[in-house]
Nanobody
Framework: QVQLVETGGGLVQAGSSLRLSCAAS??????LGWFRQAPGKEREFVAA???????YTASSVTDRFTISRDNAKYTIYLQMNSLSLEDTAVYYC????????????????WGRGTQVTVSS
């Protein structure tokens, strides 16, 4: 069993930066990832990282978002730069025991999400 708690969301202006954190309890070697769901849209993959540091980031955000991991703290981070209105969404942390994947069905545990709102 893994519990995931996301923090760091908030209201920011377009063009600014924000860093999200996700703290994981339980097993530390899960692959951890970020997904987001904008209002009225399907939840989509953002980025994922393994305990060894291998990562995969969605092409739509790879030039602005960076995922990282601190195994000692069982925590992953999502550094988001040059935020735009289209980044407004609830950001979810998820844990997978299988692969660094962009598929939601590969993730076994989910956090409750943190709201990111980007204003103009």
């Amino acid at each position: 069993q893994v519990q995931l708690v996301e923090t760091g969301g908030g209201l920011v202006q377009a063009g600014s930066s924000l860093r999200l954190s996700c703290a994981a309890s339980g097993r530390s070697n899960y692959i951890l990832g970020w997904f987001r769901q904008a209002p009225g849209k399907e939840r989509e993959f953002v980025a994922a990282i393994s305990s060894s540091g291998g990562s995969y980031t969605a092409s739509s955000v790879t030039d602005r978002f960076t995922i990282s991991r601190d195994n000692a703290k069982y925590t992953i981070y999502l550094q988001m730069n040059s935020l735009s209105l289209e980044d407004t969404a609830v950001y979810y942390c998820a844990a997978s025991s299988t692969a660094v994947s962009g598929r939601q069905q590969d993730y076994d545990y989910w956090g409750r999400g943190t709201q990111v709102t980007v204003s103009s």
